[in-house]
């Protein structure tokens, strides 16, 4: 599991892991957060027409490096 978030959340997973984090803490901390980024980047919400239409758990306080990259995978498109 925590490979598999560390290949959509590599900056944070290095972060906490560089702050004395267990590898248990830094993947409670960033489990839901690579799950809903994998779905950004992957253009599941590309076509949404309103936020009403956002399942519950498509959005999670991401950093605006994270954002950037979503926009720029949104562009590519």
Not at 1 to 20: F, K, P, T, W, Y
């Amino acid at each position: 599991h925590c490979l598999s978030v560390r290949a959509v959340c590599q900056r944070e997973i290095d972060c906490d892991r560089g702050n004395g984090y267990s590898w248990k803490i830094t993947l409670l901390r960033n489990y839901w957060k690579s799950k809903v980024k994998r779905e950004w980047l992957n253009g599941k919400y590309s076509n949404i027409p309103s936020q009403n239409s956002l399942p519950e758990k498509s959005m999670y306080p991401m950093d605006v490096e994270t954002w950037g990259e979503i926009l720029e995978a949104e562009l590519e498109r």
